[in-house]
């Protein structure tokens, strides 16, 4: 989590008021955008003196050398730099004028932790929200803890400044123990590409982060994997936005989830935004005014939800081990779409026996599906011939899934991470100049430690960790095969399921690829 990889920064600015940051120019490809800023920092509160403990004790005629001692602790705990404070589960709300006006001392008693505020929208100083000042002064009077977000309508860099500009006067004379989020949700930024959203949120959030704010970014969970590039969601903590679920559908590490617009609570008339929160921010951002309840944590793992994102389809993967397959069957098992090896090596010879009468029963059967290619490969050179043997293999085909690049044997154990990265290069290029949409499939570990992450702005990726309610790859993903043994109707034996997180016979048929 990006929270403990700050913890340095944020005990440094305990000491210091204020922050710098400096903003790098960004450099734009046809598949990544780098806009790279340090990670945001927490901005010091004023020190608490322990000198003022002893001195009101020694005022008291019921001194008490317990009270001194537990103020001694919570001062000692709050510079300690331990990262066991770093989490804590939090019960929260998001507000803006359309709640009309709040009767706070009553959201206080409900057991709310925090409000998020909404301080405007656009990059004029007259869209403050007519309820900001009103809705701030009123929740930090009944002691909840407080941060704010901006709506944008930014379509350009330019007005992202303005926007972050604009917000600033709103929100300069407040103090706040949440974040200040940057809301990019609304339609029209919609029709603008990944590379043009990113630099819109870069704009927005380094500008509040030079001014010496905690910057996060919200929106919902599908634009946040769709819309932007990698490098920006790793710098700013994230607020995801995702209804009537389980557990939000957003594979990367996020502070706080949206769960809901339809809640009641008292003092607010008609429905409400209702959040959870798992990091501990009035610590992180005000460590020195932080008091400690013995609810904070070391570990998130027991604060976040557990259940299992499904994707939007279900599917399994084959290959000649499985032998003979009763396709008709598996079409009416519930699987939707089936990943079928098209063979292995460097030799088009080395076709998967079952590959044609797999593609033909999944055909048949109504099923989706794409391909993989099992990887041996030594060299760049011979991952370009394993490419074209799998071409001459799959060419007559047409595919409404991704077409794989398996690179999981125990050949690749002794090759260094560079080497292996031009291997999957090499397979990937060929394979993606001749029109498919190519991706990565290995196991979690293998991926997490044996490639250059730059891959991954390139290439999908099918990830597979067993045994898990969420794979442990660290970056973005679109296939998790979660089990090997699966029982489905027309296989005989396990088999290996699949999710898939991907419309991807749409993209496939839209993008006039794999064969379409």
């Known amino acids: 989590m990006k ?3 700050n913890l340095i920064s944020i005990l440094i ?8 940051s400096a903003l790098t120019v960004f450099a734009l490809d046809n598949n990544n955008n780098n806009t790279f800023l340090e990670e945001s920092k927490a901005v010091g509160a004023v020190s608490t003196e322990l000198d003022d403990t002893y001195v009101e004790a020694a005022d008291n005629s019921s001194f008490n050398v317990f009270d001194i001692y537990d103020a001694h602790e919570s001062y000692s705990k709050s510079h300690s730099g331990e990262k066991s404070y770093m989490y804590k589960k939090s019960e929260g709300i ?10 706070w001392e009553k959201v206080a008693a409900t057991g709310i932790d925090y409000v998020i505020v909404n301080a405007g929208y656009g990059k004029e100083l007259y869209q403050k929200d007519p309820k900001f000042d009103e809705n701030m002064q009123g929740a930090q009077s009944v002691g909840l803890d407080c941060g704010a977000y901006w709506y944008s309508y930014a379509l350009s860099v330019e007005d992202a400044y303005k926007e972050a500009e604009v ?4 929100i300069k004379d407040y103090d706040f123990t949440y974040p200040i989020y940057f809301d990019i949700e609304d339609p029209s930024q919609k029709k603008l590409t990944t590379a043009e959203v990113s630099a819109i949120i870069e704009a927005f959030c380094s500008t509040l982060q030079a001014k010496g704010y905690y910057v ?3 929106s919902f969970s599908n634009f946040l994997t769709t819309r932007v590039y990698e490098e920006v969601l790793d710098k700013y903590d994230i607020w995801v936005a995702h209804f009537k679920v389980e557990a939000p559908s957003y594979f990367k590490d996020y502070g706080m989830w949206q769960y809901t617009s339809e809640s009641s609570i008292d003092g607010i008339k008609g429905p409400i935004d209702r959040d959870h929160c798992y990091i501990n921010y009035p610590y992180i951002i005000s ?4 008091v400690f309840d ?3 944590s070391g570990t998130s793992k027991s604060l976040y939800p557990v259940s299992v994102n499904k994707g939007v389809a279900c599917g399994i993967d084959v290959s000649l081990w499985q032998g003979e397959i009763d396709w008709e069957q598996v079409g009416k098992s519930g699987i939707d779409y089936a990943m079928i090896r098209a063979g292995y090596g460097d030799l088009p010879t080395q076709r998967d026996k079952y590959f044609d009468d797999n593609v033909a029963g999944a055909e048949m059967a109504g099923l989706d599906y794409g391909v993989y290619w099992y990887s041996y490969a030594d060299s760049p050179e011979d991952a370009v011939q394993e490419a074209e043997a799998c071409y001459e293999v799959i060419k007559d085909y047409r595919f409404s899934y991704p077409v794989y690049f398996n690179i999981e044997d125990t050949c690749f154990a002794d090759l260094s991470i560079q080497e292996l990265t031009d291997i999957v290069k090499a397979f990937c290029s060929t394979l993606e100049a001749k029109g498919y949409y190519v991706g990565i499939k290995s196991y979690a570990n293998f991926l997490n430690t044996r490639l250059d992450n730059s891959i991954y702005s390139k290439y999908d990726v099918w990830v597979s960790h067993y045994g898990v309610s969420k794979p442990g790859f660290k970056k973005s993903f679109n296939m998790w095969q979660f089990s090997n043994e699966a029982n489905v109707d027309g296989v005989n034996g396990p088999v290996n399921c699949n999710y898939a997180y991907l419309d991807f016979p749409s993209i496939m048929k839209e993008a006039h690829l794999n064969g379409f």
Request: proline share 3%.
């Open 167 to 170: 917000c600033y006067q709103v």
């Open 94 to 103: 998001d507000v803006s004028r359309w709640q009309g006006d709040i009767d």
């Open 294 to 296: 013995g609810s904070e």
């Open 287 to 290: 460590p020195d005014t932080y």
């Open 3 to 5: 929270m403990l990889k």
């Open 13 to 20: 600015a305990c000491a210091i008021t204020g922050t710098g």
């Open 216 to 218: 996060g970014l919200y």
